[in-house]
């Protein structure tokens, strides 16, 4: 039996989705087992007879999607690591984060903003529209700004170490745009150190006057930063309970990419 007969068979039979369902059944088992597993134990696992479990684990074996090793113990396939990386390299962060977007926009009512880094810069990939009169907002889809003027921007700075902070700084002067912007060294390593305590990051009018945002990181499965996510909108409307909903949220967006939260 091979895998693409099971698989063509699936639309015809019940057995053959049953079959289907054994081998999703064997695959979990083996993700679930810390090294190569036994025949006995996999059948355990799984609740199927070993004569069974061994007839479509020697089916995944042929289509690579699970090794035998000499000893007669089975586990996970090289091709499994192929697809993963071919489904890796087709995710793109803004389609995954959009639907999470609109929901975070529902229960908030504001505008919610994803951004990713480039070289010094945030680029803003995406936002919602708070639907309210609008505080001008400077920076929109495509727009970029310096990392240190923005909730999305420190993040990156935060995870970043405290030498690829001073040379950003030293790169770039750390200019300010209101009278609240972080200007120096000093003020910037004090606030991103905040930002790594809390895990998220704020921006008190430091971009525009009027305007507040709060931000929190998204991972991808090795556990990067890869792009974040804000709530912003004008400083009178500004709920300290955002900053929980905000974390949330950028949460459900990491583990759609894949990324599992260690434990405390």
């Given at each position: 039996?091979?895998?693409?007969?099971?698989?063509?068979?699936?639309?015809?039979?019940?057995?053959?989705?049953?079959?289907?369902?054994?081998?999703?059944?064997?695959?979990?088992?083996?993700?679930?087992?810390?090294?190569?597993a036994s025949l006995k134990h996999l059948?355990?696992?799984?609740?199927?007879?070993?004569?069974?479990?061994?007839?479509?684990?020697?089916?995944?074996?042929?289509?690579?999607?699970?090794?035998?090793?000499?000893?007669?113990?089975?586990?996970?396939?090289?091709?499994?690591?192929?697809?993963?990386?071919?489904?890796?390299?087709?995710?793109?962060?803004?389609?995954?984060?959009?639907?999470?977007?609109?929901?975070?926009?529902?229960q908030i009512g504001e505008a919610i903003?994803?951004?990713?880094?480039?070289?010094?810069?945030?680029?803003?990939?995406?936002?919602?529209?708070?639907?309210?009169?609008?505080?001008?907002?400077?920076?929109?889809?495509?727009?970029?700004?310096?990392?240190?003027?923005?909730?999305?921007?420190?993040?990156?700075?935060?995870?970043?170490?405290?030498?690829?902070?001073?040379?950003?700084?030293?790169?770039?002067?750390?200019?300010?745009?209101?009278?609240h912007s972080l200007t120096t060294l000093?003020?910037?390593?004090?606030?991103?150190?905040?930002?790594?305590?809390?895990?998220?990051?704020?921006?008190?009018?430091?971009?525009?006057?009027?305007?507040?945002?709060?931000?929190?990181?998204?991972?991808?499965?090795?556990?990067?930063?890869?792009?974040?996510?804000?709530?912003?909108?004008?400083?009178?409307?500004?709920?300290?309970?955002?900053?929980?909903?905000?974390?949330?949220?950028?949460?459900?967006?990491?583990?759609?990419?894949?990324?599992?939260?260690?434990?405390?």
């Amino acid at each position: 039996m091979q895998l693409s007969e099971a698989a063509d068979g699936a639309t015809r039979t019940p057995g053959s989705i049953q079959v289907i369902e054994r081998m999703m059944s064997l695959l979990d088992a083996l993700a679930a087992a810390p090294d190569a597993a036994s025949l006995k134990h996999l059948a355990g696992a799984t609740e199927l007879h070993p004569s069974t479990a061994h007839r479509i684990l020697a089916a995944m074996c042929n289509a690579r999607f699970v090794e035998r090793q000499d000893a007669g113990n089975y586990r996970l396939g090289i091709r499994l690591l192929e697809l993963g990386n071919i489904v890796k390299s087709r995710i793109n962060v803004r389609e995954v984060a959009l639907p999470f977007m609109q929901a975070l926009h529902e229960q908030i009512g504001e505008a919610i903003n994803l951004g990713t880094r480039h070289d010094d810069e945030i680029v803003y990939l995406e936002r919602t529209s708070s639907g309210r009169a609008l505080v001008r907002v400077v920076y929109l889809v495509g727009g970029r700004a310096p990392l240190h003027l923005t909730s999305l921007g420190k993040l990156f700075l935060a995870a970043d170490g405290t030498q690829k902070v001073r040379d950003y700084a030293r790169r770039t002067g750390l200019p300010g745009k209101t009278p609240h912007s972080l200007t120096t060294l000093e003020a910037l390593e004090k606030e991103l150190d905040k930002v790594r305590r809390h895990g998220i990051a704020y921006d008190d009018e430091e971009a525009e006057i009027g305007l507040k945002c709060v931000a929190a990181p998204i991972h991808d499965d090795e556990g990067q930063v890869i792009a974040a996510l804000s709530v912003s909108a004008p400083a009178d409307r500004h709920n300290l309970d955002w900053a929980r909903q905000v974390l949330e949220t950028a949460n459900a967006v990491s583990h759609a990419l894949g990324y599992v939260q260690p434990r405390a």
